[in-house]
């Protein structure tokens, strides 16, 4: 069965900046399923999952318009320390904050006695990567699954 919209793939993928080491595979953990055509993913990810089947094995490179997007000048947030906690901070660092929207990664730019300043751009902004993608197994999504935009049971949404 090829992976196309509404259906659920699960894979393995390993992604890394172009040119360099890998910084995070799933193969220590359970795959990743996604329900696809709906935004789950980045987009070139997902366009290049498309067509594939089970067993397919590849890589494909992803631009970093098509995957976490350019960075952004003007997304710096002064944040009182104390929302930091005991963590020790360091300039580069990346750390995640509870915001309003919700936990966020963050880059950390400057450490002053009271507040810190951070970059809001998503820390894989800006960057072209690199996946290497193993299509574990694709199946056809429920119509409550597409109804709602996202996969059920193993691996998805629990409700
Ligand atoms: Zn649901």
């Given at each position: 069965m090829k992976i196309e919209k509404d259906r659920v793939v699960r894979f393995h993928y390993t992604v890394a900046e172009?040119?360099?080491?890998?910084?995070?595979?799933?193969k220590d953990r359970d795959p990743l399923v996604i329900l696809v055509?709906?935004?789950?993913?980045i987009p070139g990810l997902e366009k290049a999952l498309e067509g594939h089947e089970a067993g397919d094995n590849f890589g494909v490179d992803v631009a970093a318009a098509d995957a976490y997007g350019e960075r952004r000048e003007g997304l710096s947030q002064r944040v009182p320390?104390?929302?930091?906690?005991e963590q020790r901070l360091a300039p580069g660092m990346q750390v995640v904050l509870n915001t309003n929207f919700g936990p966020r990664a963050v880059t950390i730019e400057k450490v002053g006695m009271s507040v810190v300043d951070v970059d809001l751009?998503?820390?894989?902004?800006g960057k072209d990567l690199h996946f290497d993608i193993e299509i574990v197994d694709v199946r056809e999504a429920q119509p409550e699954e597409i109804e709602h935009g996202h996969v059920h049971g193993d691996g998805g949404h629990q409700h």
């Amino acid at each position: 069965m090829k992976i196309e919209k509404d259906r659920v793939v699960r894979f393995h993928y390993t992604v890394a900046e172009a040119g360099q080491e890998p910084v995070e595979s799933s193969k220590d953990r359970d795959p990743l399923v996604i329900l696809v055509g709906h935004g789950n993913i980045i987009p070139g990810l997902e366009k290049a999952l498309e067509g594939h089947e089970a067993g397919d094995n590849f890589g494909v490179d992803v631009a970093a318009a098509d995957a976490y997007g350019e960075r952004r000048e003007g997304l710096s947030q002064r944040v009182p320390k104390k929302h930091f906690g005991e963590q020790r901070l360091a300039p580069g660092m990346q750390v995640v904050l509870n915001t309003n929207f919700g936990p966020r990664a963050v880059t950390i730019e400057k450490v002053g006695m009271s507040v810190v300043d951070v970059d809001l751009n998503h820390p894989m902004a800006g960057k072209d990567l690199h996946f290497d993608i193993e299509i574990v197994d694709v199946r056809e999504a429920q119509p409550e699954e597409i109804e709602h935009g996202h996969v059920h049971g193993d691996g998805g949404h629990q409700h």
